[in-house]
DNA sequence: ATACGTCCTCCAGTGACTAGAGGAGCAAGC
DNA sequence: GCTTGCTCCTCTAGTCACTGGAGGACGTAT
């Protein structure tokens, strides 16, 4: 075991920037690692791979408050894993929601888009859809 | 032409929040209706047409500069429809990207939650993946 | 006269960062 | 030994689009 890393080292092996890491630290994802003389923080492997776990949660939508549940949970492996599932199928949950919402908007922009005849203002459809609701799919929104 | 509505009425017919409306005066979206003896706001039917308008473009997403720039064009109707047009362009380009990395991050969860055995969280997949990239189907994130 | 609902302004908070000021540590070159 | 330039430190404030609360005024019904 070596002496740890940086934090620059440690945003570069992560892929998260440096004051998102101080970030981190500040509100309690990420431990408070060691410091050199210098009062520098020196990440050892198990701040790296803290990080890579919130990195990759991060990636897929999780809140921080979530995250600091799983993390959480990591730390207690003899626990039941049922709360780590049913973060995971909420979350699961709104994607889908959000695919059927963003899916209505695609519809609606490319009808919007496709009844453009690139002439003025006056008549053009974008302009139109947006100030007349009823002009729309009306997509329940 | 009658009086116009009070904040409270507009926010009910629009379905944006009162709250909300004085923002967007605020920002510059609405324009400042006339007030009462009483200092209250009175809108007409020319300001609701244009809450109906931005609360339109927002649920399809457009930020708040974007609805700047097509209300100042709605304002314009002379003018070319190209400014809306790639604006309702890029949106869609946006909504796009968008649908396809959630469509990878719904699979992903997916995938977490059908290896989820229901039993420790030491053998809990859903936790296994966070922890480590490389046993997710790492698509490209 | 009183009670209640609606309205007013102003200021602070949300989430998850991001950016900048102002200063100190540290390695290398001259 | 000194300077240059990079990385690091803390602290504060800004982002976006709202949202909420304090503290007070107005308006209407009883």
Redesign the interface.
């Known amino acids: 075991m070596q002496a740890g890393v940086s934090i620059g080292e440690a945003a570069r092996v992560s892929g998260v920037k440096v004051p998102t890491i101080r970030y981190y630290e500040q509100v309690g994802l990420l431990p408070e690692p060691p410091r050199t003389e210098g009062n520098r923080r020196l990440y050892e492997a198990r701040h790296l791979?803290r990080l890579?776990?919130i990195r990759?949660?991060r990636?897929?939508?999780f809140e921080v408050d979530a995250i600091r549940t799983?993390l959480d949970?990591?730390d207690?492996?003899?626990?039941?894993?049922?709360p780590?599932?049913s973060?995971?199928?909420l979350?699961?949950q709104d994607?889908?929601e959000?695919?059927a919402r963003?899916?209505a908007?695609?519809a609606?922009?490319?009808r919007?888009?496709e009844g453009?005849s690139?002439?003025?203002?006056?008549?053009?459809r974008?302009?139109e859809?947006?100030?007349?609701?009823a002009k729309?799919g009306h997509p329940g929104?």
Chains 1, 2 share one sequence.
Not at 76 to 82: A, D, E, R
Not at 118 to 124: L, P
Not at 129 to 133: G, K, N, R, S
């Open positions: 791979s890579a776990f990759h949660a990636e897929l939508g799983l949970l990591q207690h492996p003899g626990q039941s894993c049922s780590a599932d973060i995971a199928r979350r699961l994607v889908k959000r695919i963003l899916n908007l695609k609606e922009l490319e919007m888009i453009c690139h002439g003025t203002v006056a008549e053009c974008v302009i859809v947006l100030a007349d609701h729309c929104h």
